[in-house]
């Protein structure tokens, strides 16, 4: 019996992102904020709150670039706005969805010493409007996967 391709062949990692047209969005407002004030001749008022928008829009922009979870054979990787982890599958006691992390649910990493590391609901969360048991679905199939990337010895 010839052997599963999956096993025969080292797969890549697991990587999941903001879709990117969601920063290029938010660039796009920020351009066009920096034209209003470059090209135009706004009010002070205007010019101020055009600023604020393009300010924020840019700094999201960037976190939502930064964002990323990344499942390998030796660990997961998770990068927030503000900081890199890394957790090996030795130190992953088990992973789960849970319902309520900053608002809406997500995955949480287990740790053995008993902390955990919750993913940031956005990189899992479908980014277009859908039902709540879609959604459920769409986590759980990531955990799926998560569990399937972990080696089976420990």
Known sequence: MAEPAAESEPAGPLVWRIPAYQPALLMLVLCAAAALNIYGQPSMAVRISSLAVGLACGGLAVIALRLQL???DDGVALRTALTNSWLPWSQLDDLEVVPEVRGAPTVRLNRIDGSHLDVPPSLLQ????????????????AARQLRSRRPTTR
């Open 70 to 72: 990344v499942a390998t």
């Open 126 to 141: 479908p980014s277009l409007p859908t039902s709540k048991q879609r959604a459920m679905g769409q986590l759980e199939h």
